[in-house]
């Protein structure tokens, strides 16, 4: 089974963007491959072609691989929704809730289908391209890995790590990891990339022989900075923009589980838009046009924190201005009169009241809707998704935001400045964009934001065919 994992040395050293630049630059060699995560740690999710759900990383991956995104290729996913806690997705569907220290229990039963998956791909595909998940350093969680190691030895998969010079110390991060991992996990690491480098590589020509010369592996080259990195999905909110740039102000709110924020990414693409990601105990500015309330993965727990940053007040004063809100999935559910959660989907059973600002009320089952949508918004095509627990019904539902599969959905307002939707991904259409910024006093842009997309993943396999050894990487898979 031709396959290549990409582990790194910790967390954010930019392992998704190597995946996604391998499998771009493969594709274009004529290769059929397709990205794979045994195991994912976010809650920003995309739905796949079968009706599953999977990291954002790996659907992006797939586009850059040329493939619709499948379940199989991140098999297990988990959805943080309090600090102990996580919804546990396998194969695309919700199986539990469980708390940290209880994973490890759960962790040995995934193994099986995390194999499966990974061997439907390597069939169906000429390569298979595997990222890790945190750093395999972690040695105190190796039992049962099921994310790095653990993976690679069940499925005899030969490793690269990748190390990331942008935080420093990146000699003690690779040969330091070599140094705790055990010999039979040592054997399977073929090399060493170094990421994230500013200025002239040359000038860490003597570290780069350290590393190899401490280690024994084989360094695969010194990648630079990718400057068009923020043009792509992030699949942290560490990584959203925090303000800045000229425009129509749009901030959206920091929730504590914010979930599928890459619905923001066409609105930070946009030169009119200045777009910021408020954080904890920052106030709404007095100028922003728009205020968002993003997705959430705890949506009682994140209306809690919201008020806590005193942004329900800050809201309802942008509101009294003439502003408008817009409310995403959990964030509509938000703007309700009420939430009530009886069988306690996401927490303690119970209601909580909302902000008042539309006239719905939202009941959480145990029923997930997850689902691809198409339709109309303001007169324009949108497709998207929708992941989430709950319906909202209400007389604000008499005006929908959009028309979905011949259905109306989401609320307005009867002043027609608030509104709310399940829909995410409305955003990147471009001809609904233009239209919803254009109330805003936004004036036309013309961004094509797919084709920046697409040209950003050109642009990263470009990136990496200059600065890595692609081949010598193909010829270690194989």
């Given at each position: 089974?031709?396959?290549?994992?990409?582990?790194?040395?910790?967390?954010?050293?930019?392992?998704?963007?190597?995946?996604?630049?391998?499998?771009?630059?493969?594709?274009?060699?004529?290769?059929?491959?397709?990205?794979?995560?045994?195991?994912?740690?976010?809650?920003?999710?995309?739905?796949?072609?079968?009706?599953?759900?999977?990291?954002?990383?790996?659907?992006?991956?797939?586009?850059?691989?040329?493939?619709?995104?499948?379940?199989?290729?991140?098999?297990?996913?988990?959805?943080?929704?309090?600090?102990?806690?996580?919804?546990?997705?396998?194969?695309?569907?919700?199986?539990?809730?469980?708390?940290?220290?209880?994973?490890?229990?759960?962790?040995?039963?995934?193994?099986?289908?995390?194999?499966?998956?990974?061997?439907?791909?390597?069939?169906?595909?000429?390569?298979?391209?595997?990222?890790?998940?945190?750093?395999?350093?972690?040695?105190?969680?190796?039992?049962g890995d099921i994310a790095n190691m653990g993976f690679a030895r069940a499925a005899c998969v030969p490793v690269i790590l990748a190390?990331?010079?942008?935080?420093?110390?990146?000699?003690?991060?690779?040969?330091?990891?070599?140094?705790?991992?055990?010999?039979?996990d040592a054997a399977l690491v073929e090399g060493f990339v170094v990421n994230k480098f500013r200025g002239d590589p040359r000038l860490f020509d003597d570290g780069y022989r350290l590393i190899a010369d401490r280690t024994g592996w084989r360094g695969y080259g010194v990648l630079p900075w990718f400057p068009l990195a923020h043009r792509l999905p992030a699949e942290d909110a560490l990584d959203l923009p925090r303000g800045g740039g000229q425009g129509v102000h749009v901030v959206a709110?920091?929730?504590?589980?914010?979930?599928?924020?890459?619905?923001?990414?066409?609105?930070?693409?946009?030169?009119?838009?200045?777009?910021?990601?408020?954080?904890?105990?920052?106030?709404?500015?007095?100028?922003?046009?728009?205020v968002i309330l993003p997705g959430s993965k705890s949506t009682r727990g994140d209306l809690a924190f919201l008020r806590a940053q005193g942004w329900d007040i800050d809201l309802a004063a942008h509101v009294r201005r003439g502003g408008h809100v817009l409310g995403l999935c959990g964030g509509y559910q938000m703007l309700g009169t009420a939430?009530?959660?009886p069988a306690g989907v996401e927490g303690a059973a119970g209601s909580a009241p909302g902000l008042g600002l539309l006239d719905i009320r939202t009941r959480m089952s145990a029923?997930?809707?997850?689902?691809?949508?198409?339709?109309?918004?303001?007169?324009?095509?949108?497709?998207?998704?929708?992941?989430?627990?709950?319906?909202?019904?209400?007389?604000?539902?008499?005006?929908?935001?959009?028309?979905?599969?011949?259905?109306?959905?989401?609320?307005?307002?009867?002043?027609?400045?608030?509104?709310?939707?399940?829909?995410?991904?409305?955003?990147?259409?471009?001809?609904?964009?233009?239209?919803?910024?254009?109330?805003?006093g936004a004036a036309p842009s013309g961004l094509d934001f797919e084709s920046g997309v697409d040209a950003a993943l050109d642009a990263l396999a470009d990136h990496v065919e200059a600065h890595l050894d692609v081949a010598g990487l193909l010829a270690v898979a194989r």
């Open positions: 089974m031709p396959a290549l994992m990409i582990q790194g040395t910790g967390s954010n050293v930019g392992k998704s963007m190597l995946v996604a630049g391998l499998c771009r630059a493969a594709r274009r060699r004529g290769l059929s491959v397709a990205p794979f995560k045994p195991q994912n740690m976010s809650n920003n999710a995309a739905v796949t072609a079968d009706g599953g759900e999977i990291g954002r990383a790996q659907a992006l991956q797939a586009r850059a691989a040329g493939l619709d995104p499948v379940t199989d290729m991140n098999p297990v996913l988990l959805k943080p929704e309090t600090d102990t806690g996580s919804q546990v997705v396998v194969q695309g569907r919700r199986v539990a809730t469980v708390r940290a220290r209880d994973y490890a229990a759960l962790k040995p039963s995934l193994l099986a289908p995390v194999l499966d998956s990974f061997r439907r791909l390597a069939a169906a595909h000429d390569l298979v391209i595997v990222e890790g998940a945190g750093s395999p350093a972690e040695v105190n969680l190796r039992a190390g990331d010079i942008d935080r420093g110390g990146v000699i003690a991060q690779i040969v330091g990891t070599q140094a705790v991992i055990d010999a039979g709110l920091g929730l504590s589980r914010i979930a599928n924020f890459d619905d923001l990414d066409p609105l930070a693409a946009e030169p009119g838009v200045r777009l910021t990601l408020l954080r904890e105990g920052q106030p709404i500015p007095g100028d922003a046009a728009l939430i009530d959660d029923e997930k809707r997850v689902t691809r949508a198409t339709g109309t918004a303001m007169g324009h095509p949108v497709a998207g998704y929708e992941i989430h627990v709950g319906r909202s019904n209400g007389p604000d539902r008499a005006r929908p935001f959009a028309t979905l599969g011949g259905v109306p959905e989401g609320a307005v307002s009867p002043c027609g400045r608030i509104m709310g939707t399940y829909l995410h991904g409305a955003f990147a259409a471009d001809g609904f964009r233009q239209a919803f910024l254009g109330r805003l």
